[in-house]
């Protein structure tokens, strides 16, 4: 149940109303943004929301039960705020939106409708359109544990426990040249070849500031490394960008206990009976199915 200001409410009952929809976007990046479909900026919840991304939403939905419901909102990228290299980056990807309903002749009469997330978004020249997503959709996430015999933690995550800003399991270094979907850097010869295979590399400056990838793979090439990126960047980045890169982990027990000295909180089963074996029946004279251990 949502409790309006009492002049909202008294505006509202009039019979000329002056209403307009503002977002307020919190990006993955704490940056907090505001858009408008008014004509003029307006200020709410302290901050400024500009009018002119040219947005416009479509009718938010809510699904029967918990089921998620959620629209659209649709602009073009003619706002500083909105730029082609920040959402390449990502950095809008699972951004938390407010949609307000708000008195643009006093923009301090307003109530917030509802809470959303930014879903898919996708793009035709410099117009966009991006799905707003219910809080519902949370409900749909995977709960508890999964069985198999990889790891199921995130590396450097609560469960994994491994301390990633160790210097053993992370660099930074420059880029000598790249492509859309690889970089060839210094800063890494430390490292063996492979170390940051299914690792993450991120770029700290630039105008690609904030995008990351996963590695796809990595080896050394005469004093330097090529990372080959499964994500390709957005713009190909420029001779000298700074880059961090983290190591990577195939989620194995054999590279817990090898890579990172971690077996003991490895979070995969690595000693279950695979299908063959569910499925297989006694042979005579093979050896197996005898009743002994499957793992020593």
């Known amino acids: ?24 976007v919190t990006r993955k990046d704490t940056v907090r943004l505001g858009f408008t479909d008014h004509d003029r900026a307006l200020t709410v919840d302290g901050i400024h929301c500009q009018p002119e991304s040219g947005l416009s939403t479509t009718a938010m939905t809510g699904g029967p039960q918990l089921a998620t419901g959620g629209g659209d909102v649709a602009g073009a990228l003619s706002s500083p705020a909105l730029s082609e290299d920040d959402l390449e980056a990502g950095l809008w990807d699972d951004a938390e939106v407010g949609v307000y309903l708000v008195n643009w002749q006093q923009p301090a009469d307003h109530v917030l409708l509802r809470r959303a997330r930014i879903g898919e978004i996708t793009r035709a020249g410099d117009a966009f359109q991006a799905e707003l997503r219910g809080l519902a959709h949370l409900l749909e996430a995977r709960q508890g544990r999964e069985f198999s015999k990889s790891c199921d933690a995130d590396l450097g995550d609560a469960r994994c426990k491994v301390e990633l800003n160790d210097p053993a399991y992370q660099a930074t270094g420059t880029v000598l040249s790249a492509s859309f979907e690889w970089v060839r850097s210094i800063g890494f010869s430390a490292f063996a070849e492979g170390w940051f295979t299914s690792g993450r590399l991120e770029v700290l400056d630039g105008p690609l500031s904030g995008f990351a990838s996963e590695v796809a793979s990595h080896r050394n090439d005469d004093g330097a490394v090529i990372l080959a990126l499964f994500q390709p960047a957005p713009k190909i980045l420029a001779i000298g960008t700074a ?53 020593s």
């Not at 149940?1 to 307020?24: N, Q």
């Not at 890579?259 to 042979?283: C, E, I």
């Open 243 to 295: 880059i961090k890169v983290r190591a990577g982990c195939d989620k194995s027990l054999a590279t817990c206990k090898s890579k990172f000295v971690n077996h003991l909180n490895f979070q995969g089963f690595p000693h279950m009976p695979g299908t063959d074996f569910a499925l297989s029946y006694p042979n005579r004279n093979t050896g197996k199915n005898d009743g002994s251990a499957l793992a």
């Open 1 to 24: 149940m949502k409790t309006l200001p009492e002049s909202l409410v008294a505006h509202i009952a009039g019979r000329v109303t002056t209403l307009a929809a503002c977002w307020i």
